[in-house]
Nanobody, 128 residues
Framework: QAQLLESGGGLVQAGGSLRLSCATSGRSLSSYNLGWFRQPPGKEREFVAG????????RYADSVKGRFTISRDSANNTVSLKMNSLKPEDTALYYC?????????????????????WGQGTQVTVSS
């Protein structure tokens, strides 16, 4: 069974940068939309960024636009999230996720219920 594994989290000062990566064991990710979500302490899981299966379209939460960039490498079966200008409010457990089915449009990217396969998460902590 396919699994997703996130890496790259850690502790960083405000204004710093981190790069999260997500890799899979099992079925290729190349035909699926992929997304990054986060769950801050005491809050619900929220959408951060998404990218379509072909890499042509991306979506971002308003809170991260201009600071975060999602990308995918189909050859290496990975998806990444580059996070710049980090703020304390970015502190959360970050998850990558794979769409329910293949070749879906960008309109489904922002909604958690459209994703079936989730990683275990990687912690990002931003100190002030």
């Amino acid at each position: 069974q396919a699994q997703l594994l996130e890496s790259g989290g850690g502790l960083v000062q405000a204004g710093g940068s981190l790069r999260l990566s997500c890799a899979t064991s099992g079925r290729s990710l190349s035909s699926y939309n992929l997304g990054w979500f986060r769950q801050p302490p005491g809050k619900e899981r929220e959408f951060v960024a998404g990218i379509t299966w072909d890499g042509d379209s991306t979506r971002y939460a308003d809170s991260v636009k201009g600071r975060f960039t999602i990308s995918r490498d189909s050859a290496n079966n990975t998806v990444s999230l580059k996070m710049n200008s980090l703020k304390p409010e970015d502190t959360a457990l970050y998850y990558c996720a794979r769409d329910i089915s293949r070749w879906r449009p960008s309109t489904v990217l922002t909604i958690p219920k459209n994703y079936r396969l989730w990683g275990q998460g990687t912690q990002v902590t931003v100190s002030s």
